[in-house]
């Protein structure tokens, strides 16, 4: 892990959460396979995703099949392929925590780039007092 002014870059390549079966359990395939090797290196890493008030940014590695060109045009760009982001947060929330129901303000992102990272950065949590339960502000 790096930090720096509150980022923290973690090389790990993301992996979103597969549908898992009951025939995973004695016969796992590949894709629970992976899964399962990356909620370990999250855990060996000490990867940590704070509760409220932060960004994680998925890094997706381009495929080696792109030309030069191609991977230096699009490195940073959105990944909007799948896996679909929400899968991939998934993932890593299972894999940081036992049972994440306390995480409630997170913004997730997911991009292209050389290697495969997965960046949290710290951003400042939305002020929820500013607003009424129908979502307008408060006079």
Not at 77 to 104: C, E, F, G, R, S
Request: with cysteine; charged share 30%; glycine share 6%.
């Amino acid at each position: 892990m790096r930090e720096n002014n509150g980022y923290r870059h973690y090389d790990i390549v993301p992996c979103p959460k597969p549908r898992m079966t009951q025939r995973d359990k004695w016969m796992p395939r590949p894709e629970v396979l992976r899964y399962w090797a990356f909620k370990e290196e999250v855990s060996l890493k000490r990867v940590h995703v704070p509760d409220c008030g932060s960004h994680v940014i998925f890094i997706l590695p381009m495929p080696k099949s792109w030309s030069g060109r191609k991977r230096q045009t699009m490195c940073g760009m959105p990944h909007t392929a799948k896996p679909d982001v929400d899968n991939l947060i998934k993932a890593l929330l299972d894999a940081v925590y036992a049972n994440d129901q306390h995480i409630w303000d997170l913004r997730k992102s997911k991009i292209w780039g050389r290697t495969g990272a997965i960046i949290v950065r710290d951003i400042e949590p939305f002020d929820f007092q500013s607003i009424d339960g129908n979502g307008y502000d408060r006079p």
